[in-house]
């Protein structure tokens, strides 16, 4: 990119040598983490100087703590004249707008420092009264923001950091003309932090209107599942993801498994199957209301739930430690979808699996997930699972297309096997030699 850089900074193997304050280093340490993760480890001294940073680095690296504790840091170092705030966070979704929150008051708890939210779905009157007040730091979704800064709500003339979190999905999700409006009322000089697992043309084309020559950390491949998450996929017919789902979950190694629907209205129909045969299951989707999504993710996280069904509203806004597997029901319509997904699991170097059900209808996105990734992914066959077990769901069956059949369930030959692929799922990559 024009005007970036990007780094290769050596590891950095421990939090004491970045340079950041005693009380932040403090915190650091009650909350566990014991050394910096790579994205850590090259941005944070960046930050601390006071550049502008592209951040592109694969979900459930560190990238949040990446901005959040040099940026506490900085605000530390700094008393201002008066109470305004002095970081904004913009973030695709409620959920990582919380979740940001709870790790920076995790990060600040040491520090006299005053941390808010703005998102929809709540009363706004706390709301307000935070941006009135000037709490140093504002985590926000840019609707309600900007609804509420253009009833001159919110003082940010001392604004001094800006971070753009999740850019390439606010992207997806229509935010971009909010952000420019938003945009439009911050101070010119400040640093500007924007972080990214992909980077549109768009993105591309924003970082040089609101950056001043910014350095780009990429960590590891762009786009691409982390090495940690153990992936596969299982070919079904439409009508028996149902029961395979049941059936997996009869092993209790998937022990806090988050399963994704591409419809509200499916993710409601699933976890009321699992519940009715005795699978404790909570949903998220955009019926629910805030509070509901709260409990649901709370039950989630203390293990009173078993397993989370959601829409990729959740694909970037959970952040619970140990979620043992990922479940695509629905096979995800974009290759990033899926990254975004399985990134669930196999977070901050610790291991997980990613299970994906493909119907024939699914082929070709099958096809272009693997061109996307650059590699086939292992097909799998459930052990004692009945392909001839009727319909679950009690929905009408489909009627298929003419030799459109249930396909296969052998895992497909590896790339540089020369034999004549048996899989009728099996990816154009492999069969580049």
């Excluded at 950041?20 to 014991?34: K, N, Q, S």
């Excluded at 605000?75 to 008066?82: A, G, I, S």
């Excluded at 430690?321 to 196999?346: A, K, L, Q, W």
Aim: net charge positive.
């Amino acid at each position: 990119m024009e005007g970036a850089l990007k780094l290769a900074s050596p590891p950095v193997t421990s939090f004491e040598t970045l340079g950041l304050h005693p009380l932040i280093l403090r915190a650091v340490r009650e909350v566990g983490y014991t050394e910096p993760t790579p994205i850590q480890s090259a941005a944070i001294p960046h930050l601390l100087a006071g550049t502008d940073i592209i951040g592109i680095a694969q979900t459930g690296t560190g990238k949040t703590a990446a901005f959040t504790l040099p940026m506490l840091n900085r605000l530390t170092d700094h008393t201002p004249e008066r109470r305004s705030t002095r970081a904004l966070i913009l973030a695709p979704t409620r959920e990582l707008v919380i979740q940001i929150q709870e790790n920076i008051v995790a990060y600040a708890r040491h520090l006299p420092l005053r941390v808010a939210t703005v998102i929809g779905g709540v009363s706004e009157s706390p709301q307000i009264d935070a941006l009135r007040q000037g709490a140093d730091i504002i985590i926000a979704t840019p609707g309600r923001l900007l609804d509420l800064m253009a009833r001159r709500h919110g003082d940010f003339s001392g604004l001094k950091f800006l971070v753009l979190d999740e850019a390439d999905r606010m992207l997806d999700m229509g935010f971009l003309p909010a952000i420019r409006d938003i945009l439009r009322s911050l101070p010119v000089q400040r640093q500007t932090l924007l972080f990214s697992a992909t980077l549109p043309r768009e993105i591309e084309v924003l970082t040089r209107q609101i950056q001043r020559t910014p350095k780009t950390i990429q960590i590891g491949r762009r786009a691409n599942p982390a090495e940690t998450v153990t992936q596969r996929i299982y070919e079904i017919p439409r009508h028996l993801k149902l029961n395979l789902l049941a059936h997996l979950l009869q092993d209790q190694k998937l022990s806090t498994v988050l399963v994704f629907s591409r419809t509200k209205h499916g993710a409601d129909r699933v976890a009321k199957k699992l519940d009715q045969i005795g699978i404790r299951t909570a949903t998220i989707h955009a019926n629910r209301s805030q509070n509901q999504r709260q409990r649901a993710l709370s039950d989630f996280k203390s293990g009173d739930v078993r397993v989370l069904v959601a829409t990729d509203i959740a694909a970037r806004g959970i952040d619970v430690e140990g979620i043992s597997h990922v479940v695509n029901f629905d096979f995800p319509p974009h290759c990033e979808d899926y990254v975004h997904r399985i990134g669930r699991t196999g977070r901050a170097q610790s291991t997980g699996d990613a299970f994906s059900f493909a119907t024939p209808e699914d082929k070709e996105a099958v096809w272009a997930l693997e061109r996307f990734i650059g590699r086939s992914i292992p097909r799998g066959k459930a052990d004692g699972f009945n392909y001839s077990a009727p319909d679950m769901t009690g929905a009408p069956q489909r009627p298929q297309r003419p030799g459109s059949g249930a396909a296969p369930t052998r895992p497909s030959p590896p790339r540089n096997n020369p034999g004549r692929p048996q899989n009728r799922f099996k990816s154009p990559v492999s069969r580049r030699r």
